[in-house]
Nanobody, 126 residues
Framework: QVHLVESGGDSVESGGSLRLSCASS????????MAWFRQAPGKEREGVAA????????YYADSVKGRFTISQDHAKNTVYLQMNSLKPEDTGKYYC???????????????????WGQGTQVTVSS
C-alpha cells in the first residue's frame, strides 16, 4: 500500500516562494500519475498540477501556469511543487495524490484519485 506524506507548507507574504514535497512509501507504478490539489476553507478541493511518472509530462491549472512547477525525483520517490509569485488566493491546504489516470482530461479531477496524503498548509498574506 502506498502512503503519501506532504511537507513544506508555511506562511509567506505575497510574491514569495515555497517548495512542497510529497514523499511516497510503497511501490509506485510508472503508469501512475502524481498530483497536487488544494482546498481553501469553504471551497471544493481543486487540482493544481499533475505529473506522469512514466514520461514526466506535466499538467497545470490555468490559475498557476507560469508560477508553479511540478517535478519528481524517482530515486527519492518524491514529488515536488515549486510555487513562485504566490498570491493570497493560493492560500489553502495542499494535498498530494496518486492514482492511475486513463485520460489526460482527468489528470486534475479529484474524484479520479484514491490515494491521498494528509496535507500541508500554505498561507499567503497580502
Amino acid at each position: 500500500q502506498v502512503h503519501l506524506v506532504e511537507s513544506g507548507g508555511d506562511s509567506v507574504e505575497s510574491g514569495g516562494s515555497l517548495r512542497l514535497s510529497c514523499a511516497s512509501s510503497g511501490h509506485l507504478d510508472s503508469a501512475i500519475y502524481m498530483a497536487w490539489f488544494r482546498q481553501a476553507p469553504g471551497k471544493e478541493r481543486e487540482g493544481v498540477a499533475a505529473i506522469d511518472r512514466g514520461n514526466d509530462n506535466t499538467y497545470y491549472a490555468d490559475s498557476v501556469k507560469g508560477r508553479f512547477t511540478i517535478s519528481q525525483d524517482h530515486a527519492k520517490n518524491t514529488v515536488y511543487l515549486q510555487m513562485n509569485s504566490l498570491k493570497p488566493e493560493d492560500t489553502g491546504k495542499y494535498y498530494c495524490a496518486a492514482d492511475y489516470i486513463y485520460s489526460e482530461d482527468d489528470v486534475l479531477r479529484k474524484d479520479d484519485y484514491h490515494t491521498w496524503g494528509q496535507g500541508t498548509q500554505v498561507t499567503v498574506s497580502s
